[in-house]
């Protein structure tokens, strides 16, 4: 049913450029009967070429996993009150885009900042192509102003990083070691009345993690504090792993098919692929050089002009491999 639900929205795209494109013809005839004028034409052939440009950037996310919805971590570098500040502020832009393009959002793990921001924060954002779009968000995201919490008024480098990973669910198979699983309960912090500071509702996930195909071993840590019941806290946090666990074979995977690829290495995890610096109003990606002024409406979530132009530059390529 998926997969017919999924060929089906491919129809429905086409059928709408198409109409479009017949539109286009007949106000061009109509143009010249005098009927339509020439900007009722350009009215029309503008709608038409937003529609195609729509389904060429569709067609960029063709992965199985692209088409899922994804988890997004949030973390705060080194630095202090400063970086945990900066953590916030990106936590704030992904939840504004999330909302503005529809997505559901859940906040899997939030812990506050020492006197600002946080330390770290994980959101669940569910929807049609989630992971595909916000995949282009991995890495090192540096901020340079002019920080309000250094009394001396003095420029500031902060850096925080995103991991975004597909939030796969049950119809998907992950092999799980019950014995290599432990876990551990904790009081949730925070606000959220007398309940959440007396009961042990947090959950803390310790993963013995052993790569087939290497053989090296990781603990892998997952908090979850999204609910006040435990095992659905559990439950959440289970979720969590198996997504964990898909996109460590996904990246398998892909490192397999892109190892002779030198450029590629642009998008590996752990790089820094953005800097936005405020005093100077700009915003820059290092992967593609896209750079906008707009630093405000950046931050209220407008990333899309990032997201197409990297998918634009990598995920084409891949599909023209394909």
Not at 111 to 133: R, V
Not at 212 to 231: K, S, V
Request: net charge negative; proline share 2%; hydrophobic share 35%.
């Amino acid at each position: 049913m998926k997969k017919v639900k999924d060929l089906k929205k491919w129809i429905e795209l086409y059928n709408e450029v198409k109409a479009a494109a017949d539109e286009v013809q007949l106000a061009y005839e109509y143009v010249k009967e005098g009927i339509v004028t020439e900007e009722e034409l350009d009215t029309e052939y503008a709608k038409a070429m937003h529609l195609i440009e729509n389904l060429e950037f569709r067609n960029m996310l063709r992965d199985e996993a692209d088409q899922m919805s994804c988890v997004l971590k949030i973390n705060s570098g080194a630095g202090g009150t400063e970086s945990q500040d900066w953590a916030s502020m990106l936590y704030r832009m992904y939840t504004r885009w999330a909302e503005s393009n529809g997505y559901k959002i859940s906040v899997a793990n939030y812990q506050e900042g020492d006197e600002a921001g946080i330390k770290t924060a994980t959101l669940n954002i569910e929807g049609d192509y989630a992971y595909g779009y916000l995949k282009s968000e991995n890495g090192v995201h540096r901020l340079v102003r002019v920080s309000p919490y250094n009394a001396q008024g003095k420029r500031m480098t902060s850096f925080a990083s995103v991991f975004v990973t597909p939030l796969v669910d049950d119809t998907i198979e992950v092999k799980i070691d019950p014995a290599a699983i432990s876990w551990d309960t904790f009081r949730s912090g925070g606000a959220g009345g007398q309940n959440v500071n007396k009961v042990e509702s947090g959950v803390r996930l310790r993963y013995q993690f052993k790569d087939p195909y290497t053989g090296e071993e990781e603990e892998i840590l997952i908090e979850n504090t999204e609910t006040r019941d435990q095992p659905k806290n559990r439950e959440n946090a289970m979720r969590q792993l198996r997504s964990i666990l898909y996109d460590k074979e996904l990246k398998h995977r892909m490192a397999e098919q892109e190892k002779v690829e030198a450029g590629k290495k642009k998008i590996e995890w752990g790089s820094q692929i953005r800097s936005y610096v405020f005093d100077d109003r700009r915003v820059k990606d290092h992967r593609t050089n896209y750079q906008t002024s707009d630093v405000t409406g950046v931050m209220d979530g407008k990333i899309d002009g990032f997201i197409k132009a990297y998918l634009m530059e990598f995920a084409g390529s891949e599909s023209a491999e394909k």
